[in-house]
T-cell receptor, first 109, second 111 residues
Framework: EDQVTQSPEALRLQEGESSSLNCSYT??????LFWYRQDPGKGPEFLFT???AGEEKEKERLKATLTKKESFLHITAPKPEDSATYLC??????????FGKGTRLHILP | DAGITQSPRHKVTETGTPVTLRCHQT?????MYWYRQDPGHGLRLIHY???????DKGEVSDGYSVSRSKTEDFLLTLESATSSQTSVYFC??????????FGPGTRLTVL
């Protein structure tokens, strides 16, 4: 079964403390690995798409990277406003997008 | 802002009643999706549409039906709501590179 697994489930960091979130996927073909941010009570907001191993994309304090079986979302010197749930998604063999369960990130001031 | 609205935003209903949720987009996108989001399960695809009157099932389609008579509107119907359908429902559209843009969600409670 095609799966997307995210770790950790939850992460608490001090403001300025850098860290990484992990997303592992099992689909052999890569049609796009996606990262989203979701704030409480809102719909997910698109952040990045990665297509090939070695690819990197950045936006403010976030950088997404991709290997053959994993993607990482690196958060550098985070601020409290970076607190959210971060979702990873992949495209399965039927060309449908499947989501991981997310990592809840809390940045303490 | 991807121009997606959902209505109603909140609804409380009773078991056995029919419920219809509406998704409206102003972007003229071909693909539209309905997801449900539950604690411990994440986002799961219910149904999707790839054009007017063209729809297909997703991962958790049992108990749900959809219709798309116009490009801009995608309706999700629960023919006879059950408590297990209590959830937050999100509509989404696809961008040019398959990325998805989501609506604000509908919180449905079935008593």
């Amino acid at each position: 079964e095609d799966q997307v697994t995210q770790s950790p489930e939850a992460l608490r960091l001090q403001e300025g403390e850098s860290s990484s979130l992990n997303c592992s996927y099992t689909v052999s073909g890569l049609r796009g690995l996606f990262w989203y941010r979701q704030d409480p009570g809102k719909g997910p907001e698109f952040l990045f798409t990665l297509y090939s191993a070695g690819e990197e994309k950045e936006k403010e304090r976030l950088k997404a990277t991709l290997t053959k079986k994993e993607s990482f979302l690196h958060i550098t010197a985070p601020k409290p406003e970076d607190s959210a749930t971060y979702l990873c998604a992949d495209t399965n063999r039927d060309d449908k997008i499947i989501f991981g369960k997310g990592t809840r990130l809390h940045i303490l001031p | 802002d991807a121009g997606i609205t959902q209505s109603p935003r909140h609804k409380v209903t009773e078991t056995g009643t029919p419920v219809t949720l509406r998704c409206h987009q102003t972007e003229n996108h071909r693909y539209m999706y309905w997801y449900r989001q539950d604690p411990g399960h994440g986002l799961r695809l219910i149904h999707y549409s790839y054009g007017v009157k063209d729809t297909d099932k997703g991962e958790v389609s049992d108990g749900y039906s959809v219709s798309r008579s116009k490009t801009e509107d995608f309706l999700l119907t629960l023919e006879s709501a059950t408590s297990s359908q209590t959830s937050v429902y999100f509509c989404a559209i696809s961008g040019a590179d398959n990325e998805q843009f989501f609506g604000p969600g509908t919180r449905l409670t079935v008593l």
